[in-house]
C-alpha cells in the first residue's frame, strides 16, 4: 500500500545572492498558496549545506533567528501541501542528503507516476527510505547515477523518472531547474540584480522585485552556476500537457504562468460561461476566493450585476477548530456568509471553479435560500472532474469525485440548485493559447499522457491506491 | 501620562444556552475582524465564574480543551484590537472581578473620554488598579455604587462615564447588554433556541444560526435574566451619534448594524462617490479588501470596467516578520500584488475607504504604474481625516494624520496620483439614513459630541496625549 | 468558600545593583525549592515598574531575554508553591498595582489568617479584588492607608493583617522587608558590593557572593532606600513564633536560618531520634532528599551503617505524566527504587522527616520488603501531624492527616511497618535554640499562636474550610 | 571531517505486551541519566511501524497523547546523550527506515570506529546518508546483505562493523537485541507478564516490575519472536572488554550491570581509596551526586564522619542560561553550595569519581575553602583520564583532558588542593570480578582493544578528530 504524498507544492531558488534565504523566504511567503502544511529552505555557504524544515505556514515554521540558520548565497525552498492526515516532518522538503560527491539538496514540485516502482527497485538492490517522498527516489537515483558531473547525475536520475516535475537542485556549487518533458507543473527564471532566481509562479518575482526572464521550458534542466547558466534538454521530446488546473484554481491570479496571465484566463472562462450557460437571473456573485474571477467575467459578458453576496471569513486559518458540541457542523459557514440584504428575492447565478465531493457547494446553495434567494443557478468554471490525478494535484479517488459517481442531473438534485452547468472542455481550452493540444484534461477525459506505472502495479497486485482526503 | 487603549473591540455574550462558551467562541470567530491582539472568554456557573484570556487570535488563545475550561450556561467573550507596541496580557478582556455582591465580568466595546479623570478619583480615595483598561474605572464604579442591585450598580457607575460604549456585563445570575446615550458603537440582541445573544454585529447570529432581534437602544441597559428581558433607561436622552467609520470601514460588510446592512452602504457610497468625482478612465479598482465593495458601486455608476487590479495575499497574518535584509522595506507588496497584464497602459480609479497616514497609498500609486498604469486616479470613499478618534477608533495622533497635515491637493502630490478625490462629508452622510443627524464625525470635522474630559486635564498639564502608531 | 492559597513561597530582593534583575533571578533559582508553580520578579527603574509573571520553573519562565524586560537597579522576585489544581497565573506574584501615591509591588511569603476577614470588609466598601491571594489585601490596605509616607502606609496596612508574612514591598524609590511579630517565616538580610539583598533564605546570599548581614527581626520592617537601611518596629511585640518545619523539611540544608544551621538541627534530630528509637537494625537508609540528614545523624549516634538503599530519579519533574495504563500506580516507583543487593536480609531503619497522608510511606515499605529487607522499622523525624498549618505551610486538612485520624500503632499497621517511631515533640525541639519557646508547633499540638480569624468565620457559617491536596 | 556523535544513550524494547509504548517510556524514563539531548519510540502495530522523536527529556518529548501514536504491542526506545552543540532532530533515534523486506527500526548505544570507514564505502557504491549517526551505516549495511532472513541481515552487517553496541532492533514480526563482540556497553533481558523486555540496564526491570532474566552476552545477537528466544552467536569470540567507567559513572547505583551491583562497586572503589591515599582528616565529603558512594566507602573504610558538606540543587536543568551579566559565571556554584558550618576550621577529604578537564574540580576546592575549610584533600575513584574513549563515553580530545597534559603533582596545584591522589588502576580493577581481564581501561593507559580505524582514515588525511565539548 502506498502512502506517498501528491505533491502540489511550491518551490524557489536563488543562486548567488548574498540574501539568498531571505528571498527564498519571501518567495515562499507569495508561494504560500501552493502549501501550507511545512516550509523548508535549504542554504549553500561555499560549499557547506543547511537545511530548516518545520511543519505550517512560513511565517510560522521560521520565526525569529531561524533564517539566520540557513546562510551562505544560495539557497532552495520548499511550501508542501496540507492533505489531511498524513502530513508528516520527515516528508518535509527540502531533502538534504550525503552522497559520494557530498551534499545535494532538492525541492520538488509534482508528482511521479514510476516512483513506488522504482522505489522497489533500488530497496531490491538495497536502498534504504526514511521518508514517502517521491523526491527520495530522486535523490537515490542520482547517488547511483555513473556520470560524472551533478548535471550527469540529474539527467541520468530524471531520464528515469516517469510523471510531473517542476524542480529544483542544489549542489555544492550549483543549481539545477528542471522540468518533465511534458511541462505539467510551471517553473519560472528571473533575476534580480544579476542573481538568478526560480519559482514555480512569476508572483515572486513581483515581490522580490525580480524581473521576469522565461519559463524553464519542458524538458529543459537549466544549469546556474558562477559562470552563468546553460540549457540542456537530454529527453526524447514529448507533447506538452500543461496542468490545466493551475489556471482554474491552483495559481495566483497576479501570476503569469504558462505564457498567459491567470488572471485574464479566469475572466476568459468566465465569459465563456455566459456564453455556453446563461440563464434568466438577477445577479451573479462568486464563491470566494476561487470564482471571484469567472463570476467577474461571466457578468460582465452576461451585462448582469456582479456582487459579493458571499463575505469570506479570512480569519478561518489551519487552526480553527470546531467546538466539540450539539451545534456543530458549521462547516462552511465559519468561512462564507452570505449578505441577506443583497440576495433576497432576488434569483442568483453563483460561480464556483469546480466541485469535488459536493458537500461544500450543497450548503453553499443551501445558505443562499436561507438568505432569501428565489432561484439558485450554479455554474462551473471547468467541466465535472470524473478522474484522480497522478500529476499533482490533489484530487480524492475516482469514486469520491461527485462527478465520476453521478450524472450533472444527480449532482443538480443533491446541491438543490435550480440549475447547475459545467464549462464544456472544449470552450474551457478555448481560452487558453493552443489550450486543444497543449493542456493535460486527465482529470475530465480520462486521457492520461503518462502511463500510470505505480498505479497499475498496485491494481495488478489487487492493492487499492492510496485514499486521500481532500480539501473540498 | 495616559497609556490607556482605545478600545475598538468585538464583544459577544450568550444567557442560558448548554453551550454558551462555544457560542461565544464562534461569535468571537465571527468578530475576529474587530480585534486580533487578545481574546477572552468570562462564563458563569451556577454563580461560579471562570476566566479564560490570551494574546493572539481566537482560534490560537483556544485550542485543544480550553474552552472546557469556561463552563456554565452563561458567558460573555471580548476580541482586542491590535495597537502597536502596547499588547500586555493584562490589558485583554473580559475582566473577572471580585467584589461585595461577589463576581462580576465586563466585556467592553468603546473608549471611555473621562476615564483618567475617574481613575484619579477613585486612586485618591485609596482604589487600586491593576491594567490601564477603561474597563477596570467601570468595575470599580460599580462595586462602590450605593445601590442594592447589579443593575443599579451598572446605572450608577455608566451614569458617571462619559464617551463610548457598547458592553456586556455579567453577573452571578444574569447579563446586562448597555450601550451609550449617543450610541457610538453597534451592539445588537438575537435569540437562538430560546436563549438571548448579545453581539457587536449581526454577523455573529448568522454564524450561529441565531435570529437577529434589534439593536441595543442608545442609552439603554438591558437586563437578560431567567425571568426575560427587561429594558432600562436611566440616563438623560442625548442625541444619537453613531460611528460613521463602523459603516466605512470597521465592520463585516455582511452586517446589519445601526439598522442599515453594511454592504449596501458601502457600495451607496461608491456611486456617491462615481456622481461627486467621475474621470475619464478605463478601469475602476479597489484596495482590496477595504475598496471593493465602494470600488463595485463606483464602477457600476460609473459604467467602467471593474477589475481586481490588486491581488491580496491572505496568508499574510501577523507572524510575518520582514527578515532583516538590505532589500527590506516590502511593505505593503508583501500583501498586495499588481496585475501587470490587467493595468499596462489604462487610465486606472482606484479606490479605497480612507487614507490615514498615506504612506501605503503611496505605495499602491507607485505599484500600479510600476504595472504600467498611464494614469492613477485615487477616489477615497470618506472625507479627509483631520481629527483624533476618542470614542474608540484607532486613529493616529492629529499631526499623523496626513489629512490634518497637508491639503488634498499636497497629499495627491505625495501619493504621486495623477488625481485624487475624497467623497464629500455631505454625499456620505447622504447615503445613511438620518445620516446628516445621527451619526458622529468627529474624525472629519472636529465636532466632538463629547467633550474630552481627560485630554483637557492632560493638555492643562501640558502633558502629551498617547501617542500610539496604528497599523495603517 | 475560600478558594485561597497557603502561601509557602520564596522572595528575593535587591536594591541599587546595576543588575538587579540578574541577581534576583539568581535567588529565585536558590530559592526553587520554596516554590515551583509560578515565578516572577518586577523591577523598577527610574520610578516606573515593570514586571514579567509566568507559570514554572524560574529557568522556565524567565528564557531568552525576559529578565531585559525587567531593567533598573532595584528588583522583588517570588517563587509560587505548587499546590494541586489551583494554580491560575493571576495568583502568581509579584503584584504590581497603581494607587495615589504611583505603583508599588509586593512579595510575599506566609498566611494570613484573617485576610478573608479583611477582605469582605474591604469589598463591603467597595473595593474589588482581582485575585485570590492574601498580598492583594495587603496592597488594598496600604492604597487606604491614612499615613502620607510609603513605609506608614505599610506599617498601618501590616497592624491590621494576622498571621505569618516575611515580605518585600517595592516603592518608587525604595524597598521595605517586612516580618510579622511572630517571625514566622524567615527573611535575611544581605549585602553584596554595597547593594542590600534580602532573602527568604541565606543560600541566595551563597549563590551570589553576597555577605549575610543578619535576619530581618519579628516585627520588625526595615526600609532601604538612597540613604541606607532604617528599622521600625511598629507593633506590639509578640512571642516569637517560627516554623519549626522550615527546619524539619522545608529550608534548604545550606541555610542559615532562625540563626541556626539547618544541615546541623537536622542531623541533630536524627541523634535524638536514636537516642530515643534505637532498634535492633543491619542498616540505617534515609528516604531521599528529604530523610538524608536525618538519617545521617541517627545512623552515627546508632553506630550503624549508613546506605543510600533508596535511589531518586532526579529527573522526574513536573512534566512527569503516568501513561494512561492498566499497569499504572508506579506512584513512588517512578521517583524512588530500591536497592537490592544492600537491602537483602537486612534489617533496615528507615528515616523519613514526616508522614502526611501515609500513602507514599507504605509504598516505601513494600518497596524495601519487595527488594528483601528482613525488617523494615520507620523513624521519622518530628512528631505526627495532627493539626493543618494555617501560617503558610501547605497541609491537608485534619481528616486527611493520618496522624490526625490514626493512632501511632495504626500507621504502623497501615505501612506494614514492623515499627514506627515518631520523634517526640520535646526532643525535636530540644535540638533548636531556645526550642521550646521560640518555635510555632501548632501542627503537633493545636496550640495555634495566632487565632484563626477566617476559619472561625466560614465554621461559623458552616461553611468547609478549603480542602486542598498537598503532594504528599 | 567527521561530526558524528560519540553515542552514549539509553534503548529499551518491548516484545508482545499491549501496553508496549508504555513500557518504554517509562524504561526511558528510569534510562533518563544515559541521555538527555533526545528520546523516541518506534513501535510496531501488526506490522506497520510507527516513530515519534523529539528534543528533550522524555517526559518533555512524550507529552499528552504522543503515546497513543506509537500504537501497536512491540516498541524500542532510546535515549541520546547531550553533547553541547551538536544537537539535531535528525540524529535522534530510534530510526526507522524503509528497505526491500519492509519496514525497520533501530536504537543503538555505543560507538563504532569504523563508521566512516563504511560510510564512504557506502556512498561511493551510490547510499545516500541522512545523519550522521553510526544507526545509519548499520541500517544500510543491513539493507545491503544478501542474507534472506532479518536475523541473518543483522549478522551480515554486525560483522562488518567494529567497535561498541549494544542494540535493539525491530522488524515487522520480531525484535533482535545485539551486544558487540566485546561487550562494551550494557544490555539485559527481562521480563514482564510473559513479555520480554531488553534494557540498557536492570533498573528499568525494577521500575515496569519485570523480573531481571540475564545479560545479552558479548557477540550474542538474541532474537525474540512469537516463538520465543533464541541466541545466536555469529561473530568470533572477542576478550571480554566492559566498559570501566559505567562501574564509575555512568549506570545508575541501583542498577545490577555486567553481573555486579553498581552500587556496591562504587562503595569498594571508597574503600580501595581510603586504603591507597588515607590522609589525616576530620571529614570525608562527597561531590553530589558522583562521589556519594564512593565517599561514603572511604568514609567507612578510613572510620572518618562523612558528612553532605556540598548541597545539590537539583533544580539546575538544561534549561539554566546565565545572564548576561558582569557577575556571571557562577559557574559550579548554581548546582552545588557548601555548608559553612560543616566545612568551617575542618580538614576535608573531598571524594569524585573522576576529573575531566579539571576546572570544575578547581572551583569546588576554591568553595570548600571559602566556606572555611582548614584543608581540602581531592580523592578520584578512577585513574586520572589520559586518553579519548573511542567506543561510546563522551570524552574531550586528549589535549583538553587535564590529565593527559598535566602530572598530577601539576593538576593538584591547579586545583590549590592540599593532596590529590586517584585510585590505581591496579585497585579499581580488583573491585570488580576479574576486572583485571574483562574490563576497557583504554582511557587510562591507551590500550584500545579494538584499532581504531576511522581516526587512522583521518589522521592519515591530516584531518582533525572532531573536537567536541563535553559537560565537565
Known amino acids: ?32 498558496h501552493r502549501g501550507q502544511e511545512s516550509a523548508g529552505i535549504a542554504s549553500n555557504e561555499n560549499g557547506k549545506m543547511f537545511l530548516e524544515v518545520g511543519m505550517g505556514l512560513v511565517a510560522d515554521v521560521f520565526r525569529r533567528d531561524r533564517l539566520t540558520k540557513v546562510p551562505g548565497n544560495t539557497a532552495i525552498g520548499h511550501n508542501r501541501y496540507s492533505t489531511a492526515g498524513q502530513s508528516h516532518l520527515k516528508n518535509a522538503q527540502p531533502c538534504l542528503i550525503n552522497y559520494s560527491d557530498g551534499s545535494m539538496s532538492l525541492a520538488h514540485n509534482g508528482n511521479l507516476v514510476n516512483a513506488d516502482t522504482l522505489r522497489r527497485e533500488l530497496v531490491s538492490t538495497g536502498s534504504i527510505f526514511q521518508s514517502t517522498n517521491d523526491s527520495e527516489v530522486i535523490v537515490h537515483l542520482m547517488a547511483q547515477a555513473e556520470g560524472k558531473s551533478f548535471i550527469d547525475r540529474a539527467a541520468a536520475a530524471l531520464g528515469q523518472v516517469k510523471g510531473a516535475y517542476s524542480l529544483i537542485l542544489m549542489s555544492e556549487n550549483e543549481i539545477l531547474a528542471a522540468r518533465d518533458p511534458h511541462g505539467f507543473r510551471p517553473l519560472c527564471l528571473g533575476k534580480i540584480n544579476g542573481a538568478w532566481v526560480v519559482s514555480s509562479e512569476s508572483c515572486v518575482f513581483d ?49 503569469f504562468i504558462f505564457n498567459e496571465n491567470v488572471y485574464s484566463i479566469r475572466k476568459a472562462m468566465g465569459k465563456a460561461m455566459a456564453q455556453e450557460s446563461l440563464v ?17 467575467g ?44 443583497i440576495l433576497k428575492g432576488k434569483r442568483i447565478i453563483v460561480v464556483d471553479d469546480s466541485i469535488v465531493r459536493g458537500t461544500t457547494s450543497r450548503k453553499i446553495v443551501k445558505m443562499l435560500f436561507d438568505a432569501g434567494a428565489k432561484e439558485v443557478h450554479v455554474r462551473i468554471s471547468s467541466p465535472p472532474i470524473l478522474h ?85
Not at 552563468?228 to 500537457?241: D, L, N, T
Not at 494535484?393 to 450533472?408: A, F, M, R, Y
Not at 438543490?416 to 487558453?432: F, G, I, K, T
Open 388 to 472: 484522480s490525478c497522478f500529476y499533482g494535484i490533489d484530487t480524492p479517488t475516482k469514486n469520491e469525485l461527485i462527478g465520476s459517481t453521478h450524472t450533472v442531473e444527480k449532482i443538480r438534485e443533491y446541491l438543490n440548485a435550480d440549475s447547475l452547468v459545467y464549462l464544456s472542455q472544449e470552450r474551457l481550452l478555448s481560452v487558453m493559447k493552443n489550450g486543444e493540444n497543449e493542456y493535460c484534461t486527465a482529470c475530465f477525459d480520462g486521457n492520461y499522457p503518462v502511463p500510470l506505472v505505480d498505479k497499475e502495479l498496485e491494481t495488478s497486485q489487487l492493492g487499492l491506491f492510496n485514499e486521500k482526503q481532500p480539501a473540498d
Open 298 to 341: 461571466f457578468a460582465e459578458e452576461a451585462k448582469l450585476p456582479f456582487e459579493m453576496g458571499l463575505i469570506r471569513n479570512h480569519y478561518v486559518g489551519r487552526t480553527f477548530i470546531e467546538p466539540q458540541s450539539q451545534i456543530r457542523h458549521f462547516g462552511v459557514k465559519v468561512k462564507l456568509n452570505a449578505v441577506r440584504q
Open 280 to 296: 434568466d437571473a438577477d445577479l451573479v456573485i462568486p464563491v470566494p476566493d476561487s470564482g471571484v474571477l469567472s463570476a467577474m
Open 207 to 255: 515581490l522580490i522585485e525580480a524581473e521576469y526572464i522565461r519559463e524553464i521550458e519542458p524538458g529543459e534542466i537549466l544549469q546556474i552556476d558562477k559562470d552563468g547558466i546553460r540549457s540542456f534538454f537530454p529527453f526524447p521530446k514529448a507533447p506538452m500537457k500543461k496542468c490545466v488546473f493551475e489556471h482554474i484554481y491552483f495559481a495566483r491570479p497576479d501570476s
Open 1 to 32: 500500500m502506498s502512502d506517498k504524498f501528491h505533491d502540489e507544492c511550491g518551490v524557489v531558488g536563488v543562486f548567488n545572492h548574498p540574501e539568498a534565504a531571505n528571498l527564498v523566504y519571501l518567495g515562499l511567503y507569495a508561494l504560500q
